[in-house]
Nanobody, 125 residues
């Protein structure tokens, strides 16, 4: 089992940047692929990005390609989402998730077993 805690959300102006971090408990961090999802008010939770256990594979939703970068540090049990060129439509609660299928970079909520509580990102126009 793994527990996930997100941090780094906040309020930023359009065009600005934020770095979200997810800290995982436990000693088996490399047993999991990690993902980020987001949920805007009134909408379903949707895929943002995912990374395999080694960091060798990463996947991004089309709407964040070229703006967001996902990385992980297996020595620190963290996965970070660098978000640049933020837009008002990026406003959402962002969730970190862990998948037992460590080599894959799934893009559905069903692929992930463990979830954090989420961190709010607000982008002012």
């Amino acid at each position: 089992q793994v527990q996930l805690v997100e941090s780094g959300g906040g309020l930023v102006q359009a065009g600005g940047s934020l770095r979200l971090s997810c800290a995982a408990s436990g000693r088996t961090f490399t047993s999991y692929a990690m993902g980020w999802f987001r949920q805007a008010p009134g909408k379903e939770r949707g895929f943002v990005s995912a990374i395999s256990w080694s960091g060798g594979r990463a996947r991004y939703a089309d709407f964040v390609k070229g703006r967001f970068t996902l990385s992980r540090d297996n020595a620190k049990n963290t996965v970070d989402l660098q978000m640049n060129s933020l837009k008002p439509e990026d406003r959402a609660v962002y969730f970190c998730a862990a998948s037992r299928d460590a080599a894959r970079v799934g893009n559905t909520t069903a692929a992930y077993t463990y979830w954090g509580q989420g961190t709010q990102v607000t982008v002012a126009s």
